[in-house]
């Protein structure tokens, strides 16, 4: 663990906003990861590390805007998702929604060929029916459930009150719901 990872948040802001790109690089380098995911997973496709390198520039340049009192990782996550929309928007059409599990291990690994194939089938399936939600719908669940952000976090990140995330993911939910249960008769 290099020194640049002991660092708060908050320290690594100060320090940026004084000059110190290294502080600002600890920032980067810890918030990449979910920053990719979030924008991957509300649209950005192919065009994910673009919005990333984007956001964080943006970030960076707007840092003296961010205020120290708030989490930095929400400030953040706004940015990706209103680059994410710009992209998108600008596309004329919304990107292939996909899950990207760069190092992440699945808890269970069937040992059957069988179920190996049917639990991707599965992941497919759910893909499939959380990409034709809503937009609204959509951009809450994945917050919500597949970058595992809490409700005030989710209603920071889409510029929404936290009703309308509660809402929207409900609304999601259950049209997820009854897609799987379309899908079981």
């Known amino acids: 663990m290099n020194a640049d990872d002991s660092l708060t948040d908050d320290d690594a802001v100060g320090r940026a906003l004084s000059g110190d790109l290294v502080a600002y690089e600890a920032l980067v380098s810890r918030y990449t990861p979910i920053a990719h995911r979030t924008a991957f997973l509300l649209g ?7 919005v990333v390198q984007e956001a964080f520039v943006k970030a960076y340049r707007h840092l003296r805007s961010f205020r120290r009192e708030s ?3 929400p400030w953040l996550l706004r940015i990706v998702a209103n680059e994410t929309h710009n992209v998108t ?7 292939d929604l996909s899950v990207r599990l760069e190092g992440v291990r699945e808890p269970y690994t069937p040992e059957d060929p069988q179920d190996a194939a049917a639990a991707g089938d599965r992941s497919a399936r759910l893909l499939a029916a959380v990409r034709s ?4 719908e959509r951009e809450a669940v994945v917050c919500r459930y597949f970058l595992q952000l809490s409700e005030s976090e989710t ?6 009150p936290i009703g309308s995330v509660k809402s929207r ?7 997820l719901r009854e897609e799987v249960d379309r899908e079981l008769l």
């Not at 939600?133 to 609204?136: E, G, I, K, N, T």
């Not at 993911?169 to 049209?175: A, K, V």
């Open 89 to 95: 928007r600008s596309r004329g059409r919304r990107a």
């Open 169 to 175: 993911t409900h609304r999601g939910l259950r049209r």
């Open 155 to 160: 209603a920071e990140i889409l510029g929404c």
């Open 133 to 136: 939600l809503p937009d609204r």
């Open 71 to 73: 989490p930095f990782r």
């Open 44 to 50: 950005a496709g192919d065009e994910a590390e673009d």
